[in-house]
């Protein structure tokens, strides 16, 4: 059974930085995209940033050159470096992974979802 543990989440500053960790267990992270989503109190989830096997990343507009996403195949982990935070990037944000990813459509199609790490940003 594949299961995402997302860790990292916090209290921080605006302009500070954050990393997340999506740690994946059950099956091999190699042959799985990630993607990162957020979903802010009164709002719809949405896909911000996701990496396909082939480690091309994809970045929702609004976070382009602030955040940064890698993987570790070899820890089974995916992070998501936040840098630049703003007070509108708080909200509760999961992982979630795709056995195949649709680069035309990267933040559809995901099977397997974290339960989720808060991020807030406030002075």
């Known amino acids: 059974q594949v299961q995402l543990v997302e860790s990292g989440g916090g209290l921080v500053q605006p302009g500070g930085s954050l990393r997340l960790s999506c740690t994946v267990t059950?099956?091999?992270?190699?042959?799985?995209?990630i993607g990162w989503f957020r979903q802010a109190p009164g709002k719809e989830r949405e896909g911000i940033s996701c990496?396909?096997?082939?480690?091309?990343?994809y970045y929702l507009d609004s976070v382009e050159g602030r955040f940064t996403i890698s993987r570790d195949n070899g820890k089974n982990t995916v992070s998501l470096q936040m840098n630049s935070l703003k007070l509108e990037d708080t909200a509760v944000y999961f992982c979630?992974?795709?056995?195949?990813?649709?680069?035309?459509?990267?933040?559809?199609?995901?099977?397997?979802w974290g339960q989720g790490t808060q991020v807030t940003v406030s002075s």
């Open positions: 979630a992974a795709a056995t195949f990813l649709d680069r035309s459509w990267p933040f559809l199609g995901y099977d397997y």
């Open positions: 059950g099956r091999t992270l190699d042959d799985l995209a």
């Open positions: 990496i396909d096997v082939d480690f091309s990343p």
